[in-house]
């Protein structure tokens, strides 16, 4: 990827963290370099993503505490993958909010998390999932501010939600979009439908909107309109693939993707299964 990773300052009250807009704090958390958020309005906050268990959400929880004397008013998890999620259960009394696809996947994500990831701390935590579902948009007051939550379509999941922040030009984007390392293709991504969901991302984006993506620095436009070029790349060339009769098993060797083959099998896999015509 070239440039537009954002330069930001780190943040002077909370060490490891960053405000990358108007009380809007990032913080970059091992392991699995993930993002939480943390959005402060005048009457509470919002937390974006709860980090990988219940351990690692009480850390984030008194984290929250030491950038804001306000009460934690409203928790989103971006996505079901457990690493976004599993720390929910050290914000009780508030919403969890998500997308409401999170609830049929919840067995499965939670399974493949403890599976995928056996720390302990991973497998001990008994995750609290979402109480506080939506289709396409749901809404917070903060008081001075008012956040959005917004599903656009299926890509990185079936449940990706944006947190957007109007009045700071903040948009978190979860793993739609990701600036650690290639955008990750799992066992339960949409590789033909990602990339016009991005392109329904950058429709609510500026070029001076701050991106945040699940993993990773913060990012511009410019970033996201790239990588969803690859994105759609990905797509395109599945499609190709399977109207050439490819057979599955040889994909992967015969494309020419923008992005490592070896993080590409699923989306192979997937993008066959959901080839239709
Ligand atoms: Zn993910």
């Known amino acids: 990827m070239s440039a537009s990773l954002r330069r930001v300052a780190p943040s002077d009250i909370l060490p490891g963290w960053i405000e990358v807009a108007d009380r809007c704090f990032i913080g970059r958390h091992?392991?699995?370099?993930?993002?939480?958020?943390?959005?402060?309005?005048?009457?509470?906050?919002?937390v974006v993503d709860t980090r990988?268990?219940?351990?690692?959400?009480?850390?984030?929880a008194e984290q929250v505490r030491r950038l804001s004397s306000l009460p934690v008013s409203v928790v989103v998890n971006t996505h079901s993958h457990f690493d976004h999620w599993f720390g929910n259960g050290a914000f009780p009394d508030v919403p969890l909010v998500g997308h409401e696809s999170l609830l049929t996947d919840l067995a499965a994500a939670t399974e493949r998390g403890k599976r995928e990831y056996p720390a302990d701390d991973v497998a001990s935590t008994d995750p609290v999932p979402v109480d506080t579902t939506f289709s396409s948009v749901w809404a917070s007051e903060l008081g001075d501010r008012y956040v959005e939550v917004v599903h656009l379509g299926r890509g990185h999941t079936a449940g990706d939600v944006l947190v957007r922040v109007p009045d700071a030009d903040l948009v978190c984007a979860g793993d739609l979009i990701e600036s650690s390392g290639p955008p990750s293709y799992g066992v339960d991504c949409y590789p033909l439908e990602w990339g016009a969901t991005l392109q329904q991302v950058s429709s609510l984006i500026g070029t001076g909107?701050?991106?945040?993506?699940?993993?990773?620095?913060?990012?511009d436009k410019a970033f996201v309109l790239e990588q969803r070029l690859d994105i759609v790349d990905v797509g395109e060339q599945i499609r190709a693939l399977t109207h050439a009769r490819v057979p599955v098993g040889d994909?992967?060797?015969?494309?020419?993707?923008p992005f490592p083959a070896e993080g590409l099998h699923d989306a192979v896999r997937r993008g066959y299964e959901h080839t239709t015509d």
């Not at 091992?30 to 919002?46: F, H, K, M, R, T």
């Not at 909107?209 to 990012?219: D, E, I, R």
């Open 52 to 60: 990988a268990s219940l351990t690692q959400g009480r850390e984030l």
């Open 30 to 46: 091992q392991p699995y370099d993930v993002n939480s958020a943390v959005i402060v309005g005048g009457e509470g906050v919002l």
């Open 251 to 257: 994909a992967l060797a015969q494309g020419q993707w």
């Open 209 to 219: 909107t701050v991106v945040v993506p699940g993993h990773g620095p913060p990012v």
